[in-house]
Each structure stands twice: as structure tokens, then as C-alpha cells.
């Protein structure tokens, strides 16, 4: 992180270097592992003002999988809808984001979406959708459960009081 912050400008400076669409992507996927959503923030700022992120679509996408990595979902959505190709690392980051942030049902519909645009599913697609069936699933059932006095828990026993 010291890297990021010798290259991002504080908020009142301006930068000592510009950075470059490959630079920033690189940043950002050192923010996206580490998952620091206040610096992909400041970096957001300075590829919008410096207008490197305008029709970049390479960008936009790394940004909206770290929005998403962060758990900050609808900064993820705004740049996704902004996004006219899309690849299959942007709509698994996306499934993916929704799958693990308690929106399972986002998560699906984005999968059927991402079908219906003709976009095919790879390896990294199918765990994340397997979550959010199940994540419903046991919603669904804790529901059913509960009508009968009966309480789930996720290691797959129950209770019945």
C-alpha cells in the first residue's frame, strides 16, 4: 500500500506522475486483494478527473471487481450498467460480488443475464452460482422449517423445539 499512496495525490495535491491505464489496473488488482475500498475510492477519483477512466472499458471493469471484491455493490452496478462489453471476468466478478455480499437472487439474475447476452459460463462462473442456489435454498427451507418449529443451522442438522 505505501506504493499506492507515493502514487495517488493527497486529496488537495496533484499527482508527481501520471499514472497509465496499465499502471492503475495494476493498482487496482493490489486493491482488490487486499480488498482496501477506501483507496480504490481515492483511485476512482483520480482516473474520473484525469479522465483515464472515460471509454475504457479495461479500467471500468477492474474497478467494478474491486467495488464488488470490497463488498461495495452498487458503486460495482453503476459501472457495470456503464459497461458496453462485457467479458466473463466482469459478469463473474459481479455474480460472484452478489454471491458473497447476501444477495443471492442478484446474483442469479445476473447469471440468466449474462446467458441471454450469449456470454458463457466458465469454471470461475459455476462455484459463485452454486452459492446463491444453495444461500436460497436455505432461506427457503429455514422458512419451511420454521412453520413447523423446526431450526436449521448450516452445518446441516436441525432442531425441533
Known sequence: MSLLKTLLPKPSSTPTLPLNSLQCGTLLQSLTNSKSLPQAQQLHAYVTTGGTLRRNTYLATKLAACYAACGHM????????????????????MIRGYAVNNSPSRSLVLYREMLRFGQKPDNFTYPFVLKACGDLLLRETGRAGSRFGVGWWVGGGCLCG
Open 74 to 93: 452498487p458503486h460495482a452496478q453503476l459501472l457495470f450498467d456503464q459497461i458496453v462489453l462485457k467479458n466473463s471476468f466482469l459478469w463473474n466478478s
